[in-house]
């Protein structure tokens, strides 16, 4: 008897698990059939690899709905008599059962019209005015609807009554009750998160392919539609100064940029290489030729004798997400918000690789962490990179970090690749090693005692291994037709832990051109006008002769006519950065938070703090649009 509980137990368990992972796969096939001529079928496996792609968030769906059950049954193994009731269980499935099934049925249509996934719009969409909503989904055909929705029904109520046909039974071996209590929230805890990485599972785990629709089919549909109903509702600006018309007008003088170019990148080379290469934390601080002590990164020294810096770029935010959208999309921060989390939404967003995979190169990305963290490998999917290279492609004996892959090893395997891969390319690194806890394996050059001698000591290292990844670069064929680009992501408050957010100097970064391709007579120089990050896309761009309109957050540095000025931003602080002056609003409190010059007119004063209120006025604006 005692082995016969057991057995039905973990049977009964098992069987409910599994009810919930064929509901997701009868969905994703739904969805593959119903748009099997818009999916692209690059491969014979490419219906394995969308179901594949989505099992992880599978799994974490199955065990969330299996969460409250499996609570109510846990509690029932040492309090209940006998055997535990089935009206909830079965109350609690038929109820999920049909939310399944309609939130299939109503993400095929939605799905038709609008070109994403059903999600929290939708809902919000209906209640506010459901006439419309109605109208919007007209031409789908409600008996199909109806149909699919009693199919789905089906499938789950007969997988339900012929796999989990008795209530589960208490009737089991104390050891084995406490076994089950620490097993099955291990279990359910583990496939909730995906793991115990650093990323929790978001939908960029399901991404996989440079076509928004298959990785859309990989999705798991509920899992993103219950996610999003929890999260908070991005609905609200609040940075609302004035009307449209009001900061069109302050903002006009910012972006009158004139298409004349003054050029430092050879004219005479075609198909031009370009190698971005992404700089965690590489605030200005640590470089001497900005404003950091000498000694920290000798090689960047080296390099700007060669090349072109720019000295006075500063970071849009103060954190990764922020940073990456800013260099590759040309996207301003959105304060508190961050437009990477949002996938419908940062699949919007215009990027450089596209402009690239337009021109015919290959495209890659390459990150020594989890390329799932803030959605990095969704964005990258989706916006032109052909191929991510992240932790999961190294050994896990490689994997030495609390965040992944120490960068001496991702440029190793970057340079490998890099001597394989077609010609023209775009392809960009994004170190992750002088990140907190700025971990080393080997010497710690400024010592480990205090944070900051560890954040030089991790700076110093990615400096090195840089160095080498570019001296053995030079020996390759592709290297005197390639521009290299580095940027930070983001400033930091160390070495000196002297500059607060309200302080531009906590968002001072480097910019730095740097190759063969550099015009003999501008290696060595700088350019000494105050930027944003968001600056590179168009300085970039126009350099190599192509338009940059699909940035028009994006402004060319070398251009006639560029206002040399800058804007941060972090979560409640907003701020603008000329040559003359600095203010730093909060926007939560609606008080300047610092001046930098006390001797500015307070009329100037004002003229800069509204263009800094239009200029996030707008950029939230359309951060909501998408």
């Avoid at 080296?302 to 500063?314: A, M, N, P, R, S």
């Avoid at 990456?324 to 959105?334: D, E, G, K, L, M």
């Avoid at 192509?546 to 940035?551: K, M, V, Y």
């Amino acid at each position: 008897m005692t082995v016969d509980s057991i057995w039905r137990s973990v049977k009964n368990s098992i069987f409910y698990f599994l009810i919930w992972l064929i509901l997701s796969a009868a969905d994703r096939l739904l969805f593959v059939l119903v748009y099997r001529k818009d999916i692209h079928w690059d491969t014979n496996w490419e219906l394995v690899k969308i179901f594949l792609y989505g099992f992880k968030m599978d799994l974490s769906l199955a065990s969330y709905v299996c969460a409250l059950p499996a609570i109510v049954w846990l509690i029932g193994l040492f309090f209940r008599p006998k055997r535990i009731p089935r009206i909830f269980l079965d109350a609690y499935t038929y109820l999920f059962i049909f939310l399944f099934a309609l939130i299939s049925i109503v993400n095929i249509n939605i799905y038709n019209e609008w070109g994403s996934k059903i999600s929290r719009r939708v809902v919000t969409a209906f209640l506010e005015t459901p006439k419309e909503a109605l109208a919007s989904t007209a031409s789908s055909p409600v008996l199909l609807s109806t149909l699919g929705i009693v199919l789905i029904g089906l499938i789950g109520f007969v997988c339900y009554k012929f796999l989990v046909r008795r209530s589960p039974t208490n009737k089991l071996p104390l050891a084995f009750k406490f076994a089950l209590l620490i097993f099955v929230p291990v279990v359910l805890f583990t496939c909730i998160r995906g793991g115990y990485g650093r990323a929790t599972l978001n939908p960029s785990i399901s991404y996989y392919s440079t076509h928004p629709i298959n990785n859309h089919a990989a999705v798991n549909t509920h899992w993103a539609f219950f996610k999003e109903l929890i999260t908070r509702n991005v609905k609200k600006n609040p940075f609302l100064y004035f009307q449209e018309d009001k900061v069109d007008e302050l903002l006009a003088p910012v972006f009158n940029i004139s298409d004349s170019t003054t050029y430092f990148l050879r004219q005479d080379v075609e198909d031009i290489n370009v190698v971005l290469i992404v700089l965690e934390s590489f605030t200005a601080d640590l470089v001497h030729a900005l404003t950091g002590e000498k000694g920290i990164t000798p090689n960047f020294e080296k390099w700007i004798k060669q090349g072109v810096l720019f000295d006075e770029v500063y970071a849009a935010s103060d954190r990764s997400d922020k940073g990456i959208i800013a260099v590759f999309s040309a996207f301003p921060s959105q304060g508190d918000e961050s437009i990477i989390k949002y996938i419908p939404k940062h699949e919007k967003l215009f990027g450089l690789p596209q402009v690239f995979e337009d021109l015919g190169y290959s495209n890659s990305f390459y990150y020594g962490g989890q390329s799932e963290f803030y959605n990095f490998k969704s964005y990258m999917l989706s916006h032109g990179m052909h191929r991510v290279v992240d932790q999961k492609d190294f050994k896990p004996s490689e994997v030495k970090s609390s965040w992944g892959v120490y960068d001496g090893l991702t440029f190793q395997r970057y340079l490998k690749d890099l001597n394989r891969e077609p010609t023209p390319f775009f392809s960009s690194l994004f170190t992750l090693s002088n990140h907190e806890p700025f971990e080393l394996d080997g010497v710690y050059k400024f010592g480990e005692k205090t944070n900051a001698d560890k954040f030089k000591s991790t700076a110093y290292y990615t400096d090195s291994v840089i160095n080498d990844f570019i001296e053995e670069a030079k020996k390759s064929s592709w290297y005197d037709n390639t521009l290299f680009v580095f940027i930070a992501d983001h400033g930091h408050r160390l070495p000196a832990s002297k500059w607060s957010v309200n302080n531009p100097e906590r968002y001072h970064i480097p910019l730095l051109f740097y190759g063969n391709l550099i015009e003999e007579q501008w290696k060595g120089k700088r350019v000494s006008k105050i930027a944003n990050q968001t600056d590179l896309a168009a300085t970039l761009l126009h350099q190599m002769g192509l338009p940059s309109h699909d940035f028009p957050w994006s402004r060319n540095i070398m251009g006639n006519n560029y206002k040399p000025l800058a804007f941060f931003a972090t979560k409640d602080v907003i701020g603008i950065h000329t040559d003359r002056q600095s203010i730093s609003f909060d926007s939560s409190i609606g008080k300047i938070s610092e001046v930098k010059n006390k001797t500015f007119t307070e009329s100037k004063n004002q003229e800069l703090l509204d263009t800094l209120k239009a200029y996030y006025q707008k950029v939230y604006t359309q951060f909501l649009v998408y």
